[in-house]
């Protein structure tokens, strides 16, 4: 053990880059992930970079474009197939180093009744510590009805949920010339994690435990202005509240009544439901990792959203190469708002409420 390792971290943003992977998704013409080339990644490699760093344990996952691509023939039955095979290589994983990986399951969505499916084996099977959902699929945010079943299904098991950016929808009708992977992440970020709340996803489903990537993307800088806004829409008086009030009420007797609102009561409606406090009381329930995100900026908006108990370490690693490791851990020891409880919590035991397992594996292997 190196005397970095003894910092004992747990990275929950790690990613796995298995060329079974890669060589899939080239065979249909798919060649980067968010504008960039795949890195070369494997085990042995991740754990040599852990140890010079300090990271005691990796929560491993599929990054972006994930296992769902609409452009191919027959996009689903390759979904689920690849799906499961990343599931068992994460799983073999966490078996040959069980005190040095967890792992994200990744589904095969948007086929619901097969991602609820792979869902149950990869949690109850091959016992893997949580799941890792794209950001939005086929343009679909992860707050579209189209969803609902599968987050009951997580509710129900009190999953961890790893949130990762996708592609953004549109993004080939943009001319910034920039990969996604500089900016649209964060913004795909915001858009779901907000899509999450407006839609009542998060008051719903309370057990499901969120982890936004790259400390939520721009979510705690525009959470004033969608505060403020959604008081606004939410300040509709007169008639027309108590019309669309009452159609709520109905609603749930005669399903497809809200459906049939105007879109301005329409609005009204889903915030007054879902939100009638403001967004910032289900902010307050998300993590936020630290991939990529460790200036001094991030750190004092995140502090307006939630406390320093939802932040853990994440490192992006490969995609953010070996680089942005000590950048990262120095980003989170520089930070002036920091007490060194802060740093301890967010260095691994913010994670070890969340990756118990994972955590008793640390204790009884350092």
């Known amino acids: ?30 060649k980067k992930a968010l504008g960039v080339r795949f890195p070369k990644w494997n085990a042995e490699k991740s754990i040599d970079v852990m140890d010079r760093y ?13 296992v769902y691509f609409k452009q191919i023939p027959d996009p689903l039955p390759f979904a689920s197939d690849l799906a499961r095979r990343m599931n068992d290589f994460a799983a073999n994983l966490v078996a040959d180093h069980p005190t040095r990986f967890g792992a994200f399951a990744t589904l095969p969505l948007p086929d619901i009744d097969l991602s609820i499916d792979e869902l149950k084996r990869a949690l109850e099977n091959l016992k893997l ?20 079943r599968v987050f009951s299904e997580l509710n129900r098991r009190k999953a961890v949920v790893f949130v990762h950016p996708a592609t953004p929808p549109g993004i080939e009708s943009s001319h910034l010339g920039l990969p996604e992977a500089m900016m649209d992440v964060c913004f ?13 996803v998060t008051r719903r489903y309370p057990e499901v435990r969120f982890i936004l990537a790259h400390a939520g993307g721009v979510t705690p800088y525009i959470a004033g202005r969608v505060d403020f806004l959604a008081s ?33 009561l329409s609005v009204y409606l889903r915030f007054k439901e879902n939100m009638p406090d403001g967004p910032e009381g289900y902010l307050r329930r998300f993590y936020y990792d630290t991939a990529v995100s460790t200036s001094p900026h991030v750190f004092a908006s995140l502090g307006t959203v939630c406390d320093n108990s939802r932040v853990l370490f994440g490192s992006d690693y490969p995609f953010g190469t070996e680089a942005a490791i000590p950048e990262a851990i120095n980003g989170i ?34």
């Open 188 to 200: 795909d970020t915001t858009r779901t994690a907000f899509s999450l709340i407006v839609n009542g």
């Open 333 to 366: 020891e520089a930070y002036a708002g920091f007490a060194p409880e802060d740093r301890a919590a967010i260095g691994s035991k913010n994670a070890a409420t969340l990756f118990p397992r994972l955590h008793t594996n640390l204790e009884q292997h350092f």
């Open 1 to 30: 053990m190196t005397v970095a390792s003894t910092r004992g971290l747990i990275d929950t943003h790690h990613h796995i880059v298995p060329r079974e992977y890669v060589e899939s998704l080239e065979e249909k013409g798919v």
């Open 129 to 148: 510590d949580g799941v890792v959902l794209m950001s939005n699929y086929d343009g679909y945010y992860l707050g579209d009805p189209r969803f609902e």
């Open 54 to 66: 300090g990271i005691s344990a990796a929560v491993v996952s599929i990054s972006a474009p994930g």
């Open 232 to 264: 606004l829409f939410q300040g509709l008086g007169g008639a027309a509240a108590g019309i669309a009030t009452g159609v709520g009420m109905v609603s749930s007797v005669i399903p497809g009544m809200k459906e049939r609102l105007p879109e301005d």
